[in-house]
Nanobody, 123 residues
Framework: QVQLVDSGGGLVQAGGSLRLSCAAS????????MGWFRQAPGKEREFVAAVSWSGSNTYYADSVKGRFTISRDNAKNTVFLQLNSLKPEDTAVYYC????????????????WGQGTQVTVSS
């Protein structure tokens, strides 16, 4: 059974930082591109960032470019999202996800999902 377990969320003030982690099991990790999505109350799930299977290519939503960084450690079957310069509008549940398609940014392109981790940014 494939499992993606998100962690690292929390409550921070505007301008602060968090580092999210997603540990994968039950899949050949380096065969998948990985992505992060977020969903705020009353809104649809939106794409945040993706990283290719090798970790050499990344893609970001315009809203987070220059502030967030996605990376992966294939030896540890883990993908990370470094969130810097956080804003209140970044408040959401953040989900990691796995796909066979590099640079996929639509929800339907991802096959597996983590349980989500809450990020709350106060002003």
């Amino acid at each position: 059974q494939v499992q993606l377990v998100d962690s690292g969320g929390g409550l921070v003030q505007a301008g602060g930082s968090l580092r999210l982690s997603c540990a994968a099991s039950g899949l050949t990790f380096n065969s998948y591109a990985m992505g992060w999505f977020r969903q705020a109350p009353g809104k649809e799930r939106e794409f945040v960032a993706a990283v290719s299977w090798s970790g050499s290519n990344t893609y970001y939503a315009d809203s987070v470019k220059g502030r967030f960084t996605i990376s992966r450690d294939n030896a540890k079957n883990t993908v990370f999202l470094q969130l810097n310069s956080l804003k209140p509008e970044d408040t959401a549940v953040y989900y990691c996800a796995a796909t066979y398609s590099d640079y996929a940014r639509a929800v339907h392109e991802y096959s597996y999902w983590g349980q989500g981790t809450q990020v709350t940014v106060s002003s």
